[in-house]
Nanobody, 126 residues
Framework: QVQLVESGGGLVQAGGSLRLSCAASGRIFSAYTMGWFRQAPGKEREFVAAISSGGGLTTYADSVKGRFTIARDNAKTTVYLQMNSLKPEDTAVYYC???????????????????WGQGTQVTVSS
């Protein structure tokens, strides 16, 4: 298991940008697939982006393609989510998650992840 702490959320106007960070503590962080999910009030948690353990593979939800970028720095045991051109519909609590299993279609499913952060609020005003 990996302990995860998100930061970087806040209030931003539509069209603006935010960079979320997820700091991890654990000896084998570099072996984990990392993902970002979000949950808006009254909705189920949904997939946003994921990155493979080495950082060479990424995948995104259709709703954020071209606007969001996931990255990781294994030396710093940190994963990032750069969010550009933010829309009010991006408003949600954003969660970082770690999956010790291999990369695949499982990487888009919340149940695949072993560890979760507490979340950070992102609010986008119109």
């Amino acid at each position: 298991q990996v302990q995860l702490v998100e930061s970087g959320g806040g209030l931003v106007q539509a069209g603006g940008s935010l960079r979320l960070s997820c700091a991890a503590s654990g000896r084998i962080f570099s072996a984990y697939t990392m993902g970002w999910f979000r949950q808006a009030p009254g909705k189920e948690r949904e997939f946003v982006a994921a990155i493979s353990s080495g950082g060479g593979l990424t995948t995104y939800a259709d709703s954020v393609k071209g606007r969001f970028t996931i990255a990781r720095d294994n030396a710093k045991t940190t994963v990032y989510l750069q969010m550009n051109s933010l829309k009010p519909e991006d408003t949600a609590v954003y969660y970082c998650a770690a999956d010790r299993a291999g990369w695949g279609t499982r990487s888009k499913r919340p149940d695949s992840y072993d560890s979760w952060g507490q979340g950070t609020q992102v609010t986008v005003s119109s």
